[in-house]
């Protein structure tokens, strides 16, 4: 097995163009696992930890650039108020010695369907986006778009994780996540939502409930009608049992999950229901907050 440690983001580049089988590793919590279980060997190995480019965040324009390999208790401890949902979703993950390790840009590499960042990214909105480089140049790619099967990404060979672009969040976000024990455990199922008041639209992510991170983009069309046509958004009145209930019944029916050792497709499917219908009261009893505190 090669093991190839560049010093620069160019030498990386170069790496990875040369050997476009290499495993990227940074956090190296899910491929030491694996390489430890004999699950996968590797011809070779890019070890991105000197490049220290990929620890750093920045804000512009509303937009947060995260680095790949930003730590999740460096999210949770410094990005939790531009990115509330993603910094929730971090809170779950592991162990404090696995989130002072691992970052989202493992977590979309590996793009495993129980993956806690990807329902978060999904629910912050549709102009996320991934930054994906090579020798090539430099290339966008939608976070709807990233995912295209069983922890397969729509990454080339020679392409590496950057960063990931996230709005600045401008409504209340939330994270919700199930699994067979409170902590150190693979999810269940998860669900991330999120407000976004200035589009008028809403955002939804499912995880570890069908091959692929997804959206429930008919209860986002749903809820985002309902707010619209009762002028909600100007006026945060109370939802009402019924939206709430018809909300969790679609993210429910998006879903296409299996049964596994961690739980039943029925299971996933209640389970969601519920988290739907909580984070959404959360979430809405936070905006209606807002907005009489600012009447």
Known sequence: MEFLRPATWDEALAAKAEYPTALPISGGTDVMVEM?????????????????????????????RLGASVPYTRIINELSEPLPGL?????????????NRGG???NLG??????????????????????AASVRGTRMIAIDDFYVGVKRNSLEQDE?????????????QQFSKIGTRNAMVIAVCAFG????????????????AAPTPRRAVQAEEYLQGVLAERGLWESGELLGAEVIREFGELVKAAASPIDDVRGTADYRRHSLAVMARRTLTWTWNDYSKQIRSAA
């Open 160 to 172: 590496l994780i950057r960063a990931v672009h996230i709005p600045v969040a401008d409504g209340p």
């Open 110 to 131: 590996g793009a495993s369907p129980a993956g806690d960042a990807h329902p978060a990214l999904l629910a912050a909105g549709r102009d996320v986006f991934v930054e």
């Open 104 to 106: 989202v840009g493992g």
């Open 193 to 208: 939502f999120a407000l976004h008041p200035k589009s008028g639209t809403v955002g939804t992510g499912i995880g570890s």
């Open 87 to 99: 910094a929730l979703a971090a809170h779950t993950v592991g162990s404090p010695q696995i989130r």
């Open 36 to 64: 430890n279980f004999d699950v996968h060997r590797p011809s070779a190995i890019l070890d991105l930890n000197r490049i220290t480019e990929l620890t750093e965040w920045s804000i512009d324009n509303e937009v947060v």
